[in-house]
């Protein structure tokens, strides 16, 4: 198995905000005040959902690019929702400032349904824990 990424997340002395380090950057995460953190930053759902938009955006650049396809200016909007059994659904919508032909939008459509994070999130992922010394 190949190591890809790693991160490390280090508590603070401010409740729930806890300093993290992955890759060469440091990011900071918190939760809400609606449950008991200060706000001070993006939650682990925040993340969640900025990953799979960063992997959405990157991917449909690197295609369009190689088809010589102009996107301009792309957005995708994310939102995150919970069903009754607490299963989260992600729905994306596509945006481009360019004029994309229908059968473009529908590459686009399926290209994005198959990004590396879109696949791991879909798919899962196996997750395993220890204890350190």
Same mark, same amino acid.
């Given at each position: 198995?190949? *190591?890809?990424?790693? =991160?490390? @997340? @280090? ?22 005040? +609606? ?6 930053? %993006?939650? %682990? ?12 955006? #990157?991917?449909?650049?690197?295609? =369009? !690019? ?6 301009? !200016?792309?957005? +995708?909007?994310? =939102? ?7 299963? %989260?659904? @992600? ?7 360019? %004029?994309?032909?229908? /059968? ?5 459509? /399926? #290209?994005? +349904?198959?990004?590396? @994070?879109? *696949? =791991? ?5 196996? #997750?395993?824990? !220890?204890?350190? +010394?």
């Amino acid at each position: 198995m190949r *190591k890809v990424n790693t =991160a490390t @997340v @280090v508590s603070t002395d401010t409740h729930y905000l806890h300093r993290i380090h992955v890759g060469h950057f440091d990011l900071d995460a918190d939760e809400g005040r +609606a449950l008991g953190g200060q706000g001070q930053a %993006p939650a %682990p759902f925040d993340y969640y959902l900025a990953s799979l938009s960063a992997c959405t955006a #990157i991917t449909l650049r690197m295609y =369009a !690019e190689r088809k010589g396809w102009n996107l301009g !200016e792309f957005r +995708a909007e994310l =939102a995150l929702s919970f069903d009754d059994d607490g299963k %989260p659904h @992600v729905h994306r919508t596509l945006h481009s400032n360019q %004029p994309l032909s229908n /059968e473009q939008w529908n590459r686009l459509l /399926e #290209i994005v +349904a198959n990004t590396p @994070v879109t *696949k =791991a999130m879909r798919d899962g992922a196996v #997750i395993t824990s !220890e204890h350190g +010394a």
